[in-house]
C-alpha cells in the first residue's frame, strides 16, 4: 500500500516515471540489475537485508544509479551509514508529498547541472555537494537552496529569458514562488530584468541568466 502510494507521489513529478516496485531486498537488487532506474528510493526496513546494504550491494556490483531513502528509521547511525554508502538524501516518515517532490526535483537539478558542465567550478563543485561555506551565497529566509537550483537549472535551460509564469510552469512552482527566486537573483547579480511591453497593463517582467 506505502509503495504505490509513492508510486503515485513519483509519478506526479514531471520527468519521472516509475521503473519498477520491489517489496524485499533481494526483489531491488535483482530489479536494479534488470531495469538499470536512475534513482532507487529505498527503505531502510526490508524483510530480508536492510537497505543500507542494498545500496552498498549496488555499489559494489558497479550499479552506479542515484539513491534516496525514504524511511521511518531515524537513528544517527543508520543514517551515517546511508550517507556513507552514497545516499544522496535521507527522507524520514510521515513525510509530506512535497517534500519528496523537492527531493526529486533536486535529484533532476543535480544531473541536468552535471550534463551541462565540461569542467567544474568550485561554485558549481559546492552547489552539486551541497558544501557551500556560511556567507558564501546564503539565501534570505524563506528561500530554500534546492527551490534555487531548480530554478537556476530552469534559467541555464532557456538562455534567452523567461517571465516568471514560464519559470513555475516548467519548474512546476507556483508563480508566486517562481517570482521570488527570480528576484532575488535578479538582486544579487545572477540574472537580468527586462521590460516586455505589448498591450494594455503593466509591461511583462523577463529573466535572463548571467553567467
Known amino acids: 500500500m506505502v509503495a504505490k502510494l ?4 513519483v509519478s506526479a513529478v514531471a520527468g519521472f516515471t516509475v521503473a519498477g516496485v520491489a517489496h524485499s531486498g533481494t526483489e531491488a537488487l535483482r530489479a536494479a540489475e534488470r531495469l538499470r532506474p536512475d534513482l532507487v528510493l529505498l527503505d531502510v526496513f526490508l524483510p530480508d537485508m536492510d537497505g543500507v546494504r542494498v545500496l552498498r550491494e549496488l ?12 524511511t521511518a528509521a531515524r537513528d544517527v547511525g543508520t ?29 533532476a537539478s543535480l544531473r541536468s547541472r552535471l550534463d551541462e558542465l565540461d569542467e567544474a567550478r568550485q561554485e558549481d563543485v559546492d552547489q552539486i555537494f551541497g558544501t557551500r561555506p556560511r556567507g558564501s551565497r546564503e539565501l534570505p529566509k524563506g528561500l530554500a537552496a534546492h527551490t534555487a537550483d531548480l530554478v537556476d ?12 509564469t514560464e519559470c513555475a510552469e516548467l519548474g512546476s512552482l507556483s508563480r508566486v514562488s ?21 498591450g494594455t497593463g503593466r509591461p511583462e517582467r523577463r529573466y535572463r541568466r548571467l553567467g
Open 59 to 70: 555499489r559494489a556490483a558497479g550499479l552506479g544509479m542515484d539513491a534516496l531513502f525514504i
Open 178 to 198: 517562481a517570482r521570488r527566486y527570480l528576484e532575488y537573483f535578479a538582486e544579487t547579480g545572477r540574472a537580468e530584468v527586462t521590460l516586455r511591453y505589448g
Open 79 to 107: 543514517i551515517r551509514s546511508a550517507l556513507r554508502a552514497g545516499a544522496l538524501h535521507y527522507l524520514i516518515k510521515p513525510f509530506t508529498q512535497a517534500a519528496l517532490h523537492e527531493q526529486l526535483r533536486h535529484v
Open 153 to 164: 537549472s530552469v534559467l541555464r535551460a532557456h538562455p534567452e529569458g523567461l517571465s516568471a
Open 6 to 9: 509513492h508510486c503515485r507521489y
